[in-house]
């Protein structure tokens, strides 16, 4: 497959400051982060709260500036254009999120708000409002849905109609940052569902961020697993869930009560213990503080992703060594 979107080393980290404004200190969010894209693939991540998702997706789209790393979109580091062609490929990374109702302007009728982008990119406001007609319909909306406002719309249309508004600047690359986490199981399947319709329709490579397990493994094609800022497994969906190597990943599936997976070979006890503070994080292995396996030396060394199958790795000391041995 070809790769659309290269992410190499990216890390983040937020300055803490006191109240006199003197840093002390910063919240590691996002840690030497590196994957691919591949054209027309969809990406799940998954993690806990405060993982470093949000601020991943934030990256890549140059909402904030990383501290280290490239994003390579189709061979173009985003992170040295600036001007016209770092305007150009925005257009082609859109983002959708999780509560539509604060993302959309709500004195603006939903065609318009759909419209919006378009003539804010230079297009004239009939054309914008002519495309917009056809997107609506594209994610399974009237026109009399078009002449409404979002407020009177319920939280599915109203995901739909972000999901038009991001589609309507053509982009290549779609992310979806919780984007079906506040609808009702049953309008999340629909969503879900329109998210795959609209992927084939509109040739689109899709990032898929959810801390809901069923989700991703629904949506995905490959699924990175992230802990406290670090990516700690990825590869493939199904070795993701059928085979998983690390113990966070193990435990995370163990954890997740009504999951359809087989968790081969894993016996994996549930997530114990509480998230440590990302202000400061354990040394090491970021994981070993609520790791069944853990020995001393994992607050010493940071386990590097090895390969543990096919596009599959996992970052773990114990299967370093057993690599090794
Ligand atoms: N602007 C900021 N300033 C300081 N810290 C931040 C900022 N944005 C995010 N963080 C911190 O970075 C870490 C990662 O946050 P992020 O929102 O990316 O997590 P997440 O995986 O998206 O979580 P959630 O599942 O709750 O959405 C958290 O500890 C968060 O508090
Ligand atoms: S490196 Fe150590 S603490 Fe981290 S996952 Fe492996 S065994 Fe557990
Ligand atoms: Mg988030």
């Not at 992410?7 to 937020?14: I, M, Q, R, W």
């Not at 689109?204 to 961020?209: A, D, E, G, P, V």
């Not at 801390?211 to 497994?233: F, P, T």
Request: one cysteine or more; hydrophobic letters at 40%; charged letters at 20%.
């Amino acid at each position: 497959m070809e790769t659309i979107l290269e992410v190499k080393n990216l890390g983040k980290t937020f300055p803490i400051r006191n109240f006199i404004g003197r840093t002390k200190g910063g919240v590691s969010a996002v840690d030497r982060v590196s994957f691919s894209l591949g054209a027309q693939g969809t990406l799940g991540i998954v993690g806990e709260s405060g993982c470093g998702k949000s601020t991943l997706a934030r990256l890549l789209m140059r909402l904030i500036e990383p501290d280290t790393g490239e994003v390579n979109y189709r061979d173009r580091n985003i992170l040295s254009l600036s001007g016209g062609p770092l305007k150009e490929v925005r257009r082609q990374i859109q983002m959708v999120f999780q509560n539509p109702y604060s993302s959309l302007d709500p004195q603006m009728t939903v065609l318009d708000n759909v419209a919006f982008s378009l003539w804010a990119n230079g297009s004239g406001k009939a054309e914008a409002r002519q495309a917009a007609y056809e997107y609506l319909d594209a994610v399974g909306l009237s026109r009399t849905h078009a002449d409404r406002m979002p407020g009177s719309l319920s939280g599915g249309q109203r995901q739909r109609v972000a999901i038009a508004r991001a589609l309507i600047l053509k982009p290549e690359i779609v992310i979806a940052d919780e984007a079906v986490s506040a609808l009702d199981k049953s309008v999340q399947a629909q969503v879900l569902n329109l998210f795959q319709d609209l992927k084939k329709e509109f040739a689109l490579s899709l990032i898929f961020i959810s801390h809901d397990l069923h989700v991703v493994e629904y949506m995905s094609d490959e699924v990175m697993v992230m802990y406290l800022g670090r990516v700690v497994e990825k590869g493939p969906t199904e070795r993701i869930f059928g085979n998983p190597a690390h113990p966070y990943t193990r435990a995370l599936l163990a954890s997740a009560p009504s999951l359809d997976v087989e968790h081969a070979g894993s016996g994996a006890p549930a997530l114990a213990g509480e998230l440590p503070s990302p202000l400061n994080p354990p040394s090491g292995c970021r994981f070993r503080t609520r790791c069944p396996l853990a020995t001393e030396r994992c607050a010493r060394e940071t386990p590097a992703l090895t390969e543990v199958g096919p596009g599959h790795q996992a970052a773990c000391l114990l299967i370093e060594e057993s690599k090794s041995a």
